[in-house]
């Protein structure tokens, strides 16, 4: 993949494109439903549940939203169809408004990263895309290949450092995770290195063998590192859509997660999954990954979100 700026396209537009399947599966077929109805009958709440549903958005989080547009409706005397579009925006932007946190980075030395995360979801991906992110930002970057359940998984993040120009520490296939971490965190503090983002494994033999794992290299980020990690990354696969709140509530038990990168939002109509993240698990969503070059990788603004949606 090659690296390179697309600045005169804008931030904006650019999420506002990864969200372009999204949007024509949402509003688009809302606006449908709207110009087809002559009335906020049964039937045009019963359509549009199903749009949301379809949508990703998830049948708990899609029934709170309708009950507020039926709320809204009989309180303020609503008649017109036309009329739900602003109440579902507004709604939406209320909801989402509430996830806003900046990143969390060590008042001094170095801040550490830990991502976490099940194969297959572009976590390696994601890893080099926030390394070249912070990199450009005039930040001294250093990656830990944590996975070490994997040789692939050494040898693609030993490419990608490669790639974006970072330092990376690694050991060999099957080595001792947390000892990866631990030389990794100590060449961070030699080097005087900015950030130091960490892969962790994917799949163990079990769900309990790979939390564990992680929980393990947590305790060595803790000992040594004072507030550390400063944020545990979650990345998930847009596409994938409810199946992705299921993933992110185990990781919450076991690994402490803080926030949650989505990828492949650009590819998927399943965007609606951003609100059912919020909704049903108040997690913030710090990066969607928009596309596949290396600075793809968007800071999710929730403000930018809804105008994507909407505007």
Do not use: C
Request: proline residues 2%; glycine residues 8%.
């Amino acid at each position: 993949m090659d690296i390179y700026w697309k600045g005169a396209i804008g931030i904006f537009n650019r999420i506002r494109q990864g969200f372009s399947k999204t949007r024509q599966n949402i509003v688009s077929k809302v606006e449908s439903l709207i110009k087809s109805s002559r009335s906020l009958d049964e039937d045009f709440f019963e359509e549009l549940e199903e749009i949301l549903i379809a949508s990703d958005i998830g049948v708990l989080t899609t029934q709170e939203l309708v009950k507020e547009l039926r709320r809204q409706v009989k309180e303020n005397r609503i008649s017109r169809p036309e009329e739900v579009k602003d109440i579902l925006k507004n709604h939406i932007s209320n909801t989402m408004s509430q996830i806003s946190q900046p990143l969390r980075f060590a008042a001094q030395g170095t801040t550490v990263f830990l991502v976490v995360g099940v194969n297959g979801v572009g976590k390696t991906t994601t890893i080099a895309k926030l390394a070249y992110r912070f990199k450009s930002q005039g930040k001294r970057v250093m990656l830990a290949a944590g996975d070490t359940f994997r040789a692939a998984a050494i040898d693609q993040l030993q490419i990608w450092a490669d790639r974006v120009g970072v330092d990376i520490i690694k050991h060999h296939a099957g080595a001792d995770p947390a000892a990866v971490v631990f030389d990794a965190l100590k060449a961070a503090k030699a080097r005087k290195i900015d950030v130091l983002v960490i892969d962790t494994a994917g799949r163990l033999h079990t769900k309990t063998n790979l939390m564990e794992e992680i929980a393990k290299v947590r305790r060595v980020i803790q000992r040594e590192v004072e507030d550390g990690p400063h944020e545990v990354l979650l990345v998930l696969d847009a596409t994938t859509g409810q199946y992705a709140v299921s993933q992110a509530r185990s990781f919450m038990e076991s690994t402490g997660v803080t926030g949650i990168v989505l990828t492949k939002l650009d590819g998927t109509a399943k965007g609606g999954i951003v609100i059912s993240l919020k909704n049903q698990l108040n997690l913030p969503v710090r990066f969607v990954g928009v596309g596949e070059k290396v600075d793809d990788l968007q800071q999710f603004v929730p403000e930018d979100f809804v105008r994507a949606l909407f505007e």
